[in-house]
């Protein structure tokens, strides 16, 4: 990144400091702890009598796709960072911050690199960072702030991935002006969440299509084909369309959490808004699924739809940040290649797919736990199932194929085909 090279970040971005021992979730359990190469050179040297046996025994050089940022990984004990101790991390608490991995150091800050701006965002899977941006009342956008060149440590920022194989080592034209497009979409507010979501879809397709054609040219042609359809209503008769399927929605929903949950370690926040989600439902094994989707459209209008219509920004808010966070609709070249969606024909169409089925998950599940709650059902539920969404399916490298394999077997192979999953009821 070049001293000269531009940074923005969200107006909120600064407000964020880890709460420690006072934080209600870790960021040290379930996950697997990368360490970048510097960090390993330091661990071998530290000598220090109490950390460095146990640097020697726990951490393990990569043998696979091994790099100088994905250089070696702490070895887990009951899935949980074994140098947490007390709520507290024993490398910073010893030896200092600078003894921190760049992972560990840099989390929950999200550093993406486009063109020769550096982005900077934070990772709604951290319960902190996840108040401090969806509460935030002011519009979810990048601003510059100065580059002073004291900088907190960045390690190797993310950048944009290429659609498909026929962009190899070139870069994908247009790309923050059909970021643009897309934010603005997910902006007019004269539709609701759903229906701008759906009309992202459909570009999202239509920019998969040109996509594998390589038709770059065709791309500022059709950004203002669709900024002239929403401001004259065009995708009216389109939406108009959608079928609302609660069953489906709801088995579909269900078959990916529990494809998530039964794959890997799940954590407790999650666990337990899931929890509420069954028993909201009333979902046994005895239950008729029509009786269940009957339950879930009960939740949605009396107790879910009132609190989230007076309060959709956070919602937006979400969405606005999952674009920036991810790069989409490229994704993170890195975080592609670790779940296997990088370079696949329909790339374009898979990253909103997976928008899409994160968001279909938390609102679904959300939906339940407003039947638990009932009238109680408020922003700290919101916040818990979002972030917990965030970490538990969002961060899992397996998950992304898991999903696509769930939906293409329930005929849902693009984007716009995505409108069943996050229709209002
Ligand atoms: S999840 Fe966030 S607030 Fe909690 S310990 Fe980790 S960085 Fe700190």
């Known amino acids: ?53 146990s640097f020697d025994e726990l951490i393990t050089i990569n043998t696979v796709d091994q790099s100088d940022e994905d250089y070696a ?151 203002q084909g669709y900024l002239h359809g929403i401001q004259n209503q065009w995708f009216d008769d389109l ?36 929890q509420d989600f069954i028993h909201g439902l009333e979902w046994t094994k005895e239950s008729a699924l029509e009786e269940i989707a009957r339950r879930y459209a009960g939740a949605y209008a009396q107790y879910y739809a009132p609190f989230v219509q007076q309060n959709e920004l956070v919602l937006e808010h979400y969405l606005v940040t999952y674009i920036y966070r991810n790069l989409f609709p490229l994704g993170r070249l890195e975080s592609n290649r670790k779940s296997g969606i990088h370079h696949i024909e329909n790339s374009i169409s898979i990253q909103c797919m997976l928008m899409m089925t994160y968001y279909a998950i938390l609102r679904t599940v959300a939906i339940g736990m407003a039947g638990r709650h009932k009238s109680a059902f408020g922003m700290d539920h919101l916040i818990k199932v979002i972030q917990s969404t965030a970490k538990e399916f969002e961060h899992s490298t397996a998950f992304p194929a898991q999903a696509i394999e769930i939906l293409t077997r329930n005929g849902l192979k693009c984007g716009s085909s995505m409108a069943v999953l996050v229709q209002d009821l």
């Open 239 to 274: 939406l108009n369309k959608c079928q609302l399927r609660p069953v489906t929605q709801l088995i579909t929903i269900l078959e990916l959490i529990i494809r998530r949950t039964t794959s890997g370690f799940t954590g407790r926040r999650f666990l337990d808004c899931y």
């Open 1 to 53: 990144m070049p001293a000269a090279g531009k940074i923005v970040q969200p107006r909120h971005y600064d407000a964020f400091h880890c709460i420690g021992a006072d934080c209600e979730d870790t960021c040290c359990a379930g996950w697997g702890v990368v360490i970048d190469r510097a960090t390993y050179d330091r661990y071998r040297q530290c000598g220090d009598p109490e950390l460095q046996p």
């Open 73 to 223: 990984d702490i070895t887990l004990s009951e899935a949980r960072c074994p140098f947490l101790s007390e709520r507290l991390c024993s490398i910073q608490k010893k030896l200092g911050e600078e003894y921190l991995s760049d992972t560990c150091a840099i989390y929950p800050r999200i550093l993406n690199r486009v063109g020769e701006t550096l982005e900077q965002n934070l990772d709604l899977s951290c319960p902190e960072a996840a108040r401090i941006v969806l509460l935030d009342p002011r519009p979810a956008e990048l601003v510059e702030i100065a580059n002073c060149g004291e900088r907190f440590r960045i390690g190797r920022p993310r950048v944009p991935d290429t659609p498909n194989s026929a962009y190899d080592g070139g870069t994908y034209p247009y790309f923050l002006e059909v970021r643009g497009l897309i934010l603005t979409i997910l902006r007019e507010r004269t539709y609701p969440l759903w229906k701008r979501l759906v009309m992202t879809g459909h570009l999202c397709d239509k920019l998969n299509e040109m996509a594998c054609l390589r038709n770059d040219e065709g791309v500022p042609i059709l950004i």
